[in-house]
């Protein structure tokens, strides 16, 4: 791949000023463009030791409007990004619409090093990439421009710089990963030639950039960044007046899942009060149980309103530590929030292993009310199905617990509730002109509740929906199904320890024992040599 | 002081439900009014072990608008807590206004456990709570409503509750401390004797409560909550009708710092560019040394517009590696950022250990714009001196560096600059009709910047004025100031660090290190015992 490259290319210092007032307006009048169409532009900046990343960075935050560009790096994870799904630290930096986000690494620069240092295996570099290129069609479907780099360096340049860094005491290492990889040009350079081709697409373009002359590696950066960015307003612009091909059409003929719930399903007050202090006792043990083997649990309810959300949520919460159970109640969301992905919002709040997150509504909200209200348009909401299921694989991420509720009563029943809302003093904040209105539109939301349910119904987070016409079986079902989630996977994840005692660890350290690991294996090495 | 408590009150089944009825509404109402006032309550609860810290906070979120009210735990600090100063976990956890947040265990319980456990000594304790006072009558300033309650048991009840909870392996310790604490009610009982008169003031009240009652503890805690909020909100509705008093005159007859600046200090151009190379190359290396001691840096660009604030701290930036520093700049707040108090917007940024921050612009903007513009109303921006030198002695911290540049032009110099930002393509989104408004006031920019050098003007964190007439002269003075600050802060360090090698360890690891010397105090305490 590199051998195609044109190396050894040069600018003047004359050429490379007209260069620079060009490209430097241009890009300024690109940032105000995306500016106004609410667009973001997120580039990941990688590349061998020495070839002026850093000074990339400096370029464009010096060229551009640095109120609207933050640059971030992701070398050192911290604990709090370690125990979450591996791409919270992503999530949490994104750039909101209409500003640039730098990302210095980004997210192949630690999956590269760590396959360097063997830490992980090809195959599961595989796997990371394949998550990388869906989370960046994501964004780019949500109105991201993406740009890749790699700025290169031939092996004898590459070496003469690390021996003038190494000389001036300016080589900085922030992990031993990147010390280990500037050691292991070869193995790098194959790496890349295996990544950047599997990772390129017309959504989230790769640049291969020769860094030898600084500044013809600030013109074709900033050349290939124009181009981008050109491209995707244009697109944009396209789209506008195009309308896109309309997707497929919604299976009409599918069983309408709510038309088959049983609503007559009941409980007794007496066998409610003995059945729910077992069960607290029990959740109390078992979620104390899962904190202390990492496994986090994240609980959805969604429903119709007055079905009993409010109740089930304080019921299930006072089963739980209130040391490591948290609820978000979802409404309108703050400007920031609307500034970024509509996911964002809901990574920011995703817990820490062992703990317990509890969303009083959810995510879901795209496909029922932002469907039903017209705030998302239909291809926003359409392809929100896939987005979501993507989404919770990584919450589930193999160890953790995702539970589903959706809470159905009767429309008569809603009524009753309403009105007794509208009667009782400490209820009546619950009940507001909006869920009048929505009452009126119940068919449009069973009609979006159906779809869901079809379309993000994984085998790695079913729903789970509760006849909730009798507040006290509808509880009490959310608890046991809750129990038996817990009872389950602390089974798998106790078997699977036992099993690998030694070679296998709990997913959510990989991180941090990545580099214990990195160390054993140096100072096993290094026994090895001394034994020699 | 737990003498005088009257213990063993009861209630029955049926004064409970009375009692019960008639606070939850009231409680309701008052969560309302605070809403409409736009006031946030803080509610701090800690306790003996058993005394139903849980139950308290799911009796306030069961009886509340749950979406309005979050509660927050701090036992565990996280390595992103840890590398940060002590009071950043709170800080990113205060309520919005208008809304409740509960403290499980508060800013109290930790240092009261680790007291105990004698990982922090009393003469630790004793400045610990000055700097919750300090921050308590911040808040209250601030429009936040305090209440703090001590869970209290005897100790036959607690010994009781103990030994069931251990029996039934529910008895969750989160951190050691917590577990050492159980087993030492004695030593606990005298330090809350300690600690509560002391801290006791009537903007953050404490409130002692039997507990040993079920239901006296719930109606003892709801009706010392509704005093402290009633009695807030008949505050603020005095202070409406009756203005405060005014507080002390500004010296008039204080020199005007700003008009000795002198202005005609400049560097030629081939001078200033072998100057600039030289301390990049010594500030990479100074950075990059303190990243690795752990002193972080934060630095603060103040200064007349266009006084060349985003030009030095390009060339700052160019000198520090990507990796560590950010730029945060500081316009107008998000509605997440105006919904709490106005120093949340800072500390949301503050650097872990290490890292570099710089502020363009900051928070000194309450006592400039926001007092010239008549943002902040005049007892807010007087009250704001103290409260900006209290935050900064946190940041600081005893190792690290804050630095406060204002850079100086003269008026001519400022219209020159603006002119010629509205003929250059990429200079001109710089300048705005704000600009040219806020010119018109300088007189009153120039008596808010002399009053706030006199009055935040302290000795760990020193004004630095920067006469920028020349744009040469001031970057090259940044960049030495910048410097003579590390080099002093890392002998110190590495002094202490020599001097103390095993004693003392860097204060920005002492959480996560009490953890482990309580594990050797005990390792050593067992070899103890075992060799008896």
């Known amino acids: 791949m590199f051998e195609t490259m044109r190396l050894g290319q040069k600018y003047s210092s004359k050429e490379y000023k007209e260069f620079e007032n060009d490209l430097r307006i241009k890009l300024f009048r690109?940032?105000?463009?995306?500016?106004?169409?609410?667009?973001?532009?997120?580039?990941?900046?990688?590349?061998?030791?020495?070839?002026?990343?850093?000074?990339?960075?400096?370029?464009?935050?010096?060229?551009?409007?640095?109120?609207?560009?933050?640059?971030?790096?992701?070398?050192?994870?911290?604990?709090?990004?370690?125990?979450?799904?591996?791409s919270w630290r992503y999530w949490q930096k994104i750039p909101a619409k209409g500003e640039f986000g730098v990302f210095v690494g980004g997210w192949y620069a630690p999956m590269m090093n760590r396959t360097i240092s063997d830490v992980i295996s090809l195959d599961k570099l595989y796997l990371i990439m394949n998550k990388n290129i869906e989370r960046e069609q994501n964004l780019a479907d949500n109105g991201y421009i993406i740009a890749k780099f790699?700025?290169?360096?031939?092996?004898?340049?590459?070496?003469?710089?690390?021996?003038?860094?190494?000389?001036?005491?300016?080589?900085?290492?922030?992990?031993?990963?990147?010390?280990e990889r500037d050691h292991q040009y070869d193995k790098l350079v194959d790496l890349v030639s295996k990544i950047v081709p599997r990772t390129d697409r017309d959504f989230a373009p790769w640049f291969i950039i020769d860094a030898c002359d600084d500044e013809f590696r600030n013109v074709s950066v900033a050349n290939a960044l124009i181009q981008?960015?050109?491209?995707?307003?244009?697109?944009?612009?396209?789209?506008?007046?195009?309308?896109?091909?309309?997707?497929?059409?919604?299976?009409?003929?599918?069983?309408?899942?709510?038309?088959?719930?049983?609503l007559s399903l009941s409980l007794e007050k007496d066998v409610y009060k003995e059945k729910f202090s077992?069960?607290?006792?029990?959740?109390?043990?078992?979620?104390?149980?899962?904190?202390?083997?990492?496994?986090?649990?994240?609980?959805?309810?969604?429903?119709?309103?007055?079905?009993?959300?409010?109740?089930?949520?304080?019921?299930?919460?006072?089963s739980v530590d209130a040391r490591i159970a948290r609820v978000i109640p979802i409404s309108s969301p703050t400007d920031e929030e609307l500034a970024h992905h509509y996911l964002w919002r809901f990574w920011r709040h995703v817990p820490l292993a062992g703990r317990v997150t509890v969303y009083d509504r959810s995510w879901y909200g795209r496909v029922l009310v932002e469907r039903v209200e017209?705030?998302?348009?239909?291809?926003?909401?359409?392809?929100?199905?896939?987005?979501?299921?993507?989404?919770?694989?990584?919450?589930?991420?193999?160890?953790?617990?995702?539970?589903?509720?959706?809470?159905?009563?009767?429309?008569?029943?809603?009524?009753r509730r309403f009105k007794e809302r509208e009667?009782?003093?400490?209820?009546?904040?619950?009940?507001?002109?909006?869920d009048w209105r929505n009452r009126e539109k119940t068919d449009l939301y069973k009609?979006?509740?159906?779809?869901?349910?079809?379309?993000?119904?994984?085998?790695?987070?079913?729903?789970?929906?509760?006849?909730?016409?009798?507040?006290?079986?509808?509880?009490?079902?959310?608890?046991?199904?809750?129990?038996?989630?817990?009872?389950?996977?602390?089974?798998?994840?106790?078997?699977n320890i036992k099993k690998n005692n030694d070679e296998t660890k709990l997913d959510n350290t990989v991180i941090i024992e990545d580099v214990i690991d990195l160390k054993n294996k140096k100072s096993q090495k290094n026994k090895k040599d001394k034994k020699k």
């Open 423 to 434: 009667n009782t003093e400490w209820k009546k904040y619950k009940i507001t002109p909006d």
């Open 278 to 318: 077992q069960l607290k006792t029990d959740l109390y043990q078992l979620t104390y149980k899962a904190y202390t083997l990492g496994i986090s649990s994240t609980l959805v309810f969604e429903g119709m309103d007055a079905a009993g959300k409010g109740g089930s949520i304080r019921r299930l919460l006072s």
């Open 150 to 179: 790699w700025l290169h360096l031939d092996k004898e340049e590459h070496e003469k710089r690390l021996e003038k860094r190494i000389k001036e005491k300016t080589n900085i290492h922030f992990t031993p990963f990147e010390k």
């Open 374 to 415: 017209g705030f998302a348009k239909k291809d926003e909401w359409r392809r929100a199905y896939s987005e979501i299921n993507s989404f919770e694989e990584e919450l589930v991420d193999e160890k953790n617990i995702l539970l589903k509720f959706w809470l159905h009563i009767s429309s008569e029943e809603q009524l």
């Open 447 to 495: 009609l979006a509740a159906n779809e869901m349910f079809m379309r993000t119904n994984t085998n790695y987070a079913a729903w789970h929906i509760i006849p909730s016409e009798s507040k006290y079986y509808a509880r009490i079902q959310v608890l046991e199904i809750y129990k038996k989630a817990l009872e389950d996977k602390i089974a798998e994840i106790e078997k």
């Open 30 to 86: 690109l940032q105000e463009e995306c500016r106004e169409h609410g667009l973001a532009v997120l580039i990941n900046i990688a590349g061998v030791t020495g070839s002026g990343r850093g000074e990339i960075v400096n370029m464009l935050t010096s060229w551009l409007d640095p109120k609207k560009i933050q640059t971030h790096t992701f070398w050192h994870a911290s604990e709090d990004e370690r125990l979450r799904p591996l």
């Open 228 to 262: 981008t960015i050109e491209n995707a307003l244009a697109k944009k612009k396209a789209e506008k007046t195009n309308k896109k091909a309309e997707m497929q059409a919604i299976h009409q003929g599918s069983i309408p899942i709510l038309s088959t719930v049983d």
